[in-house]
């Protein structure tokens, strides 16, 4: 296997110095009210790129009061949704013009490729916030029909103040996919990014401000989950909760909003989505799309299409062309432009991973390719590979986040649709095929909430995206994701004396 990767930091642009590492709360950086900070560590090394600010319940508290001041009495809400639109756009530009040192945030805090960000990351999250700006002056609710005498109509209103936990896989991504639609809807925020990449949220807050985005509306608190983001869950100021992460912590997130004020959640969950792919597929396309649904962001996909179903017809040669493309992937530092994957988040996900590994290997999987970390320092692991996977093996069932892919044969589209469907998950599927009755049929039949046909991580922002099952419910991206930080509100009056209803 071809491995770019010494264990060294060589980069191909300069390591910028880290300018924002404290809360930003009510549009000012502060430290948190304790004092404490932790490490962020950047996995090409394992070394301490900077300290950050550890919020902590009370520092959530000073967040949330100064979102509530600033829905409750600022000028945002208030704001003709074509203001909206102006500031968001401008907000949109500086990040244009920053790009380069965003994307680099990304690279050295979450192990993500530089030319990746530069080319699809950042752009993407910048077309995000430009796509809920447009949506900003054209929030309007219905004129109703009534069956009596009234004259009715609904208004569509910002819910409040939202709490965003985002996840560290895409950490732009995911804060443009949830602070956008909020901030066109006309909400306030407190955003909690990922303990282990919290340095672009933090950058992002900044160009808030310099957009001309009012003080308290959009609120970064950096800290940990059982602290800082359970304060969130449990806040009885807080009137919505948007929570991207595992399965495991969106029953906390349930529950604490229960607990609480009964503030509604919307989860994107975990994944273990099926890719299926049948006799009638070309398998130089449908290998490379494999590759893809697994392999991509170093495996760290809530979609990823690790259980690769293959009809035994095209089986060996599948197999045989996969191991061929695996073997020639690049590992290394994410700032090489040869590289395709690039070290795993933090130590705690590497050793996650390599402990999948070694469940399949004890478990009777066939080790086709990888297996193994690489370097001599980071999060490097080998694009890894298992054949005679069963459907009860362990990497088989369990979401692994990591660039770790099982192969299954199956004969049938019965037999497919039954074993891809039988799982806890419901995210996304794949699937390859020429033949159009199997694609109708297929997508039909299987429970999730998105389906590609031959193609795969095909997100964009006018799609709505989300799970079904224990994936979570509510959307992301397209017009449904604006829905959920709107309520409804219904008018009525009586009329009298009119010639009709």
Known sequence: MAVQNNGSSKSFVKIPEIKFTKLFINGEFVD???????????????????RIAEGDKEDVDLAVKA???????????????????????????LIEENIEELATLDAIDGGKLFGFGMAVDIPSSVETLRYYAG??????????????????????????VVGHITPWNFPSNMFFMKVSPALAAGCTMVVKPAEQTPLSALYYAYLSKLAGIPDGVINVVTGYGPTAGAAICSHMD???VSF???????????????????KPV??????????????????????DLALLSTMHNKGELCVA?????????????FVKKLAEKAKTRVVGDPFDPAVLQGPQVDKTQFERVLSYIEHGKREGATLLTGGKPCGERGYYIEPTIFTDVKDDMTIAKEEIFGPVMSLLKFKTIEEVITRANATKYGLAAGIVTNDLNIANTVSRSIRAGVIWINCYFAIDRDCPFG??????FGKDLGMDALDKYLHVKSVATPIYNSPWL
Not at 135 to 160: C, F, N, V, W
Not at 467 to 472: A, P, T
Request: with cysteine; glycine share 10%; hydrophobic share 35%.
């Open 32 to 50: 948190s009210i304790a004092g404490r900070t932790f490490e962020t560590i950047d996995p090409r090394t394992g070394e301490i790129i900077a």
């Open 67 to 93: 979102a509530r001041q600033a829905f409750d009495h600022g000028p945002w809400p208030r704001l003709p949704g074509c203001e909206r639109r102006r500031i968001m756009m401008k907000f949109a530009d």
């Open 135 to 160: 949506a900003a002056d054209k929030i309007h609710g219905e004129t109703l029909k009534m069956s009596r005498e009234l004259q009715a109509y609904t208004l569509r209103e910002p819910i409040g």
């Open 238 to 240: 807080i009137d919505k």
């Open 244 to 262: 991207t992460g595992s399965t495991e912590v969106g029953r906390l997130v349930m529950q604490a909003a229960a607990m609480s004020n009964l």
């Open 266 to 287: 919307s989860l994107e969950l975990g994944g273990k989505s099926p890719f299926m792919v049948f006799d009638d597929a070309d398998v130089d396309t449908a290998t």
């Open 305 to 317: 299409g690790s259980r690769v179903f293959v009809q035994e017809g095209i089986y060996d040669e």
């Open 467 to 472: 799970g079904y099952k224990m994936s979570g």
